[in-house]
Every structure is written in C-alpha cells, then in structure tokens.
C-alpha cells in the first residue's frame, strides 16, 4: 500500500511554495517586535533574516530556527531529506554550525499508514546525521495533512555572521545551487515524472558552502527558498539598502526546468512571488518565462552570498541604491 501512495496528493502547495506569500507575511509580522529577554539579540525580526541569534558570550552566538512544509515529492525518504535539509539550511545561511534538531511532525493518522511517517522520519535523521548534527525527539500531532521539518539550534562566531544588511556595494553575487526545483516540483506532483537531479540539488547540504563563504570573509547572503531568487534578492538589497543587478544569462538551472515552465508547470506561490516583486523590478527585456523561472519558488535551494564562493556561480552584483531594488540585465 505504501508503494502506491502520492503523498503531493495531500498537499495543496508543495515545500517551500506553501509558504505565505512575503507581502501578506509581512503585513501580519508588522509591529510584532521580539519578545524581552535576557540575552543579547543580535539577529531578530528587524530584516526577516533566515535565524533569530542570541550572543551567549564573546565568541559565541546561538542560532535557532525551524522550518517543515507539505510533501514535496511522493517518495516519503525523500521527503524527510529534503526537509531536513531545508531546515539545517537556516543555520548554514548565518553563517553558523547545526548542533541539535527535533523533529516537528504533523500527520493524519487514520488516513496515511504510519509507516510512511516512519519513513519521512528517517529520511531527516539521516540528513541530520550526514550535518553532525543530533536529532533527539520532536512533537507531532495528527493533522488533516502530513507536513514535516526541524526545529534546529546552532552556534555561529558573532563575528562571522552572514546577515541581509550586510551587503556593500561592488561586491559580487554568487549563486551556489541551480534554480528551478519549484516547476519540476510541480510537475512530479501533477504528472508522477521523478526528477532525480532536483531531488539530489534539494537533499545536498548548504554546509561546505556556508564554510567556504566563512572562510572567504562573506558577510552577506541568505539561502534562496520560497521567495524564489527574486523575493530573497529583494529582501537583501532592501536590508543592505542597495540595488542587485542580476545577470539572467549567467543564472544556472536544472534540466527540465525551461521546459517546465513552457508546459505550464508553475506554481501559485512563483506568481505571487513575481507579482510581490514587480512594483521594485526593472525587468528589462526579459520575458515571462523567464522572470517566472527567477521567480521560482525554491524547496531546499542553495545560498545568495554577496561574494565569491568555490562551486558557486557568480550571478550578479550588488549596486549603489537606485530607482530599483532588482535590475535584470
């Protein structure tokens, strides 16, 4: 029975592309500042950066994030990795190192086997171990539909934080995974076709490129997720208070991905991502297929870093602030 489970069948949006869309995330957020606490916050809600940071000393800040959403792919494996993934992801972006994780499970019991769920578990423990890092207990509930993530805690130097307001002008913009997972996703969840390469782009770990960006004295960046590349590249250069000009011909994609598009295979939150990003963008001649494939709404993408970083690819540069926040050239 397992075997004939469609677990994208229970999901309205898949991954990252079931997130709220940023203008209304932003717009509910507003006004809501951090709760009082004890320790120093160095990274809070101010930017919407990808971890909240506390500093527990000098040399030490803690990262705490979480992140779950619904099936992505079928293949319940599969699944718990590329969430697993996602999450630890949050913790790279800052520049910081993973250290523990619960799991954070939502299922219907009564309706999907619960060896499915025992799957998905799997899937992320195995993820976890390949960071190093723990992943001790968790909580779940049973729900109309089955969602799953982490909730992970890390530790980064205070002083080798990569933050969204950090960025300089004259600096390049590097690009560490390929884009367009979100149309292929879409595809698997509509036609049952595997993508092997998106599902290997999504389960890959940020972390040697979080450590090369470290090492290279990067302070800028974040991880490109479901605000697609656009959304995230808006919300650096509104933080850092510049404009990014993007190179559409350097971009890198997926197999599939052009073709995706061409068959239809977008989802809701790429187009609310575009229309999100409109009224900022000078999209100068390219067309729509293309600002959709920017647009895409990434699951487990790869890290925007204001620099150079080995295996990455250099798709733009930051700008003095100008009329725009993006500029596609």
Wanted: with cysteine.
């Amino acid at each position: 029975m397992t075997d004939r489970v469609r677990l994208t069948d229970y999901a309205r949006g898949g991954g990252c592309a079931c997130k709220i869309p940023p203008g209304e995330l932003e717009s509910m957020v507003a006004g809501l500042g951090p709760a009082g606490g004890t320790a120093e916050l160095l990274v809070g809600l101010d930017h919407g950066d990808d971890a909240a940071v506390v500093r527990l000393d000098e040399r030490t800040g803690l990262v705490s994030t979480a992140d779950f959403f619904t099936p992505v792919v079928d293949d319940p494996y599969d699944w718990g990795r590329i969430a697993a993934a996602n999450a630890l992801s949050d913790v790279y972006a800052m520049g910081g190192t993973p250290l523990v994780a619960l799991n954070l499970l939502c299922w219907p019991r009564e309706v999907l086997p619960l060896e499915l769920a025992r799957e998905v578990l799997r899937g992320g423990q195995d993820v976890a171990r390949e960071a190093g890092c723990h992943l001790a207990g968790g909580h779940s509930v049973d729900d109309d539909g089955p969602k799953y993530g982490l909730a992970v805690t890390g530790v980064v130097r205070p002083e080798e934080l990569i933050t969204l307001d950090a960025g300089r002008a004259g600096l390049p913009l590097s690009l560490t995974k390929p884009l367009g997972v979100g149309v292929l996703n879409t595809r698997h969840k509509r036609t049952g076709e595997r993508f092997a390469e998106a599902v290997a782009s999504m389960v890959a770990l940020n972390r040697d490129a979080a450590r090369a960006a470290v090492a290279a004295g990067i302070r800028c960046g974040t991880d490109v997720t479901g605000f697609g590349l656009l959304g995230h590249a808006a919300k650096l250069a509104r933080a850092s208070r510049l404009t990014v000009a993007i190179d559409t011909a350097r971009v890198p994609y997926l197999p599939g991905a052009r073709e995706a598009v061409r068959d239809g295979y977008v989802s809701g939150g790429t187009r609310r991502n575009l229309d999100w990003v409109t009224p900022w963008t000078d999209f100068g001649s390219t067309d729509e297929a293309e600002r959709l494939l920017l647009a895409d709404a990434q699951t487990s993408g790869g890290l925007l870093v204001a620099g150079e970083v080995p295996g990455g690819t250099v798709v733009g540069e930051l700008l003095p602030a100008g009329e725009h926040r993006l500029v596609l050239r």
